[in-house]
């Protein structure tokens, strides 16, 4: 026999239950929207693709251009939170973050953890060595101290390649940049593409430095965001789609990647077309 207080009980579950189902099926999308405003984890100190323009002082660079450009889509207001390497996907995960525009990397690993947009930039890890270390190959590493950043990809693709070399990670790749460069290091390793922009402002000092032949490893680099919410990927693989229907993602690259840049990449080798690796 159901009483008052059975009646009241079952109620208050009730309402427990659809309360969770609400927050289950919350569109992250619809929040933005909302609050006006879409705020983008970015490095910030990544050359190209995120960093601080000595002049103006604000974050420019090739995410952020494609950052700025989903935030037009949606129609909110673009905020960048600068984050290290190894906060990001904990950043977003948390909530503090809407979406990683952060060099981030797209492989299985991080599939668990972390939706993907679709590619925009593909590039692979490479080496610099100090001229007259007499290292031509990366085998001769062995043994050796190798600076990179602490958290990436690139720090996997070295112990990987040459498990003997001591790996020693700073906070980004700044620091790892400035650490060989202060002889703290005999080589560093970086996304080619940043490595080329790396190599671009030794100016006349780039004479004692050398970049490795050998890749170690291909990178697809993705925006990354939370797990589920498929109407904010939509909309962000939409504005990606458009980029590159329009000709502006090559002008993006060439901009920023392209001949005359740091990097001074020839041409652009890829196609934003697709979120598969």
């Not at 996907?89 to 979406?99: A, K, M, N, R, T």
């Not at 780039?206 to 993705?222: D, H, M, R, V, Y």
């Not at 329009?246 to 901009?255: I, V």
């Amino acid at each position: 026999m159901f009483t008052r207080r059975h009646i009241l009980i079952g109620a208050l579950a009730l309402s427990a239950n659809l309360a969770a189902s609400a927050a289950a099926q919350a569109d992250q999308l619809a929040d933005i929207k909302k609050k006006g405003e879409i705020v983008f984890g970015v490095l910030g100190t990544d050359e190209p693709n995120s960093f601080i323009d000595p002049k103006t002082r604000q974050l420019v660079g090739y995410e952020i251009d494609i950052a700025t450009a989903v935030a037009k889509k949606i129609g909110v207001t673009p905020k960048f939170k600068q984050m290290s390497v190894s906060a990001r996907i904990p950043e977003l995960q948390q909530g503090h973050v809407d979406v990683l525009a952060a060099t981030l990397t797209h492989n299985k690993e991080r599939e668990s953890q972390v939706d993907f947009a679709l590619t925009h930039f593909v590039t692979g890890s490479k080496v610099m060595v100090r001229a007259g270390s007499g290292i031509s190959a990366l085998p001769q590493l062995a043994g050796k101290k190798v600076v990179t950043v602490r958290g990436g990809t690139q720090e996997t693709n070295i112990r990987a390649a040459v498990p003997s070399a001591e790996v020693v990670t700073f906070e980004n790749t700044q620091q790892a940049f400035q650490a060989l460069r202060q002889g703290k290091g005999v080589a560093y390793v970086n996304d080619e593409s940043s490595l080329l922009a790396d190599y671009g402002k030794l100016g006349p000092a780039a004479k004692g430095f050398t970049i490795l032949p050998t890749s170690i490893g291909i990178e697809a680099i993705a925006l990354g965001l939370r797990k589920g919410e498929k109407s904010l990927k939509a909309v962000v693989d939409e504005t990606l789609r458009g980029l590159e229907a329009s000709g502006e993602a090559e002008k993006l690259f060439n901009k920023w990647y392209g001949p005359g840049t740091r990097a001074n990449i020839a041409k652009r080798t890829f196609k934003i077309s697709a979120d598969k690796i």
